[in-house]
Nanobody, 123 residues
Framework: QGQLVESGGGVVQVGGSLRLSCAFS????????LGWFRQAPGKEREFVAV????????FYHESVNGRFTITRDNAKNTVYLQMNSLKPEDTAVYYC????????????????WGQGTQVTVSS
């Protein structure tokens, strides 16, 4: 079995930045696509970004494109989400996920999930 552990969440003001990290272990996650999702209260879990195992293919949700950057360091078994120009609507619990077997935008495609980290953007 594998494990994903997110960190780096917190409270930040509008326009601020945060960097989330997701450490993976226990499986060959280094050879799998890794994604970030988020879920705000009362809303469905939403795709944010995904990165291929090589780091060459990257896709973003249109609402974060140009503000967020996903990267990975397979030597450190970690995937990152750099979030800039944060907005109140970015407030959510952020999850990393691994090993999609279908659409990378569909959370039901992912087999492995972290426990989530809270991001709160205050205005």
């Amino acid at each position: 079995q594998g494990q994903l552990v997110e960190s780096g969440g917190g409270v930040v003001q509008v326009g601020g930045s945060l960097r989330l990290s997701c450490a993976f272990s226990g499986r060959t996650f280094g050879s799998l696509p890794l994604g970030w999702f988020r879920q705000a209260p009362g809303k469905e879990r939403e795709f944010v970004a995904v990165i291929s195992w090589t780091g060459i293919q990257i896709f973003y949700h249109e609402s974060v494109n140009g503000r967020f950057t996903i990267t990975r360091d397979n030597a450190k078994n970690t995937v990152y989400l750099q979030m800039n120009s944060l907005k109140p609507e970015d407030t959510a619990v952020y999850y990393c996920a691994a090993d999609p077997d279908g659409s990378y935008r569909d959370p039901n495609s992912y087999a492995y999930w972290g426990q989530g980290t809270q991001v709160t953007v205050s205005s």
